[in-house]
């Protein structure tokens, strides 16, 4: 059986670079790992959520809304990987990792990315600027939306987790003591 582990935190936290580490570290253990990254479930544009900002009353896609990603499928996806048998190792990452419920409970172990506000935010200029888009729209969007969808639904499911984790630094120990818990915990499930 896979052991699964979740590692969620806010926006450009750093839960992908974090995943895609641990990953190489597990299977230089020789174990096989997969990575269902949520960002490759959001829904079509056209079913996505638009929200008005409290604020600025501008309307938005609201991408940090639990509707704008399909569960359903992310859920359907794990349970096929669990059934499948081929990963030893199923890392889920995302936003709403430690969120939705029935995904919390089929996890082994909750990890959160932690990260303030501000770094996080400089870290989403920087990546969504190389996807064309401008320092007015990344802003925007952050200030009118992201960072309040952040404290409705991401910030607080960082109290399920089991370890939370320095976005702002996280460290070769944390990864090390990570590889190390699941190695020897996935080996008990074998």
């Known amino acids: 059986m896979a052991y699964l582990v979740g590692i969620a935190g806010g926006t450009a936290s750093g839960k992908s670079t974090f995943s895609d ?8 253990l020789g174990w096989n790992v997969k990575i269902l990254h949520m960002d490759h479930y959001f829904r079509p544009e056209n079913e996505r959520p638009f929200t008005e900002a409290f604020i600025s009353g501008k309307k938005y896609m609201d991408d940090n809304h639990p509707l704008t990603v399909d569960l359903d499928t992310l859920k359907n996806d794990i ?3 669990i059934e499948e048998g081929e990963y030893d190792v199923i890392i889920v990452e995302g936003l709403l990792t430690l969120w939705d419920n029935e995904i919390y409970h089929k996890l082994d172990l909750r990890i959160y990315i932690d990260c303030k506000s501000d770094e996080r935010i ?3 200029i920087k990546r969504n600027m190389e996807w064309g888009l401008t320092l007015e729209q990344i802003t925007n969007v952050y200030l009118d939306m992201v960072r309040y969808r952040h404290d409705e639904y991401v910030e607080p499911s960082k109290w399920r987790a089991e370890i939370i984790i320095n976005g702002s630094h996280s460290t070769k120990a944390s990864l090390q003591m ?3 818990y699941i190695n020897v915990n996935c080996r008990k499930g074998k």
């Not at 580490?21 to 230089?28: A, T, V, Y």
């Open 122 to 124: 400089v870290r989403r």
């Open 178 to 180: 990570i590889k190390e």
């Open 21 to 28: 580490q641990l990953r190489k570290l597990l299977c230089e």
């Open 79 to 81: 349970q096929i990987n």
